[in-house]
């Protein structure tokens, strides 16, 4: 069995092993203000995204704040 992670509730292939790399396969641009992580319920600081290891089970939250109304 693949090792994998949930991400935004949803099961993906582990393929990424530091946050900054899944934030990169996501789409998402690690430096573009107003991007939040949390990996296992945790906000993760994003100094530390590049050294955020990530196992197989873990859950991760990635959000965006938008602007509108």
Wanted: hydrophobic share 40%.
């Amino acid at each position: 069995m693949a090792e994998s992670i949930r991400v935004n509730g949803e099961e993906r292939p582990l393929q990424a092993r530091v946050l900054a790399d899944l934030v990169r396969q996501m789409g998402f641009d690690p430096d573009r203000p107003g991007l939040a992580a949390a990996v296992n319920g945790e906000l993760i600081p994003r100094g530390r995204w590049s050294g955020q290891l990530l196992s197989p089970g873990d859950s991760v939250e990635l959000v965006g704040a938008t602007q509108g109304g």
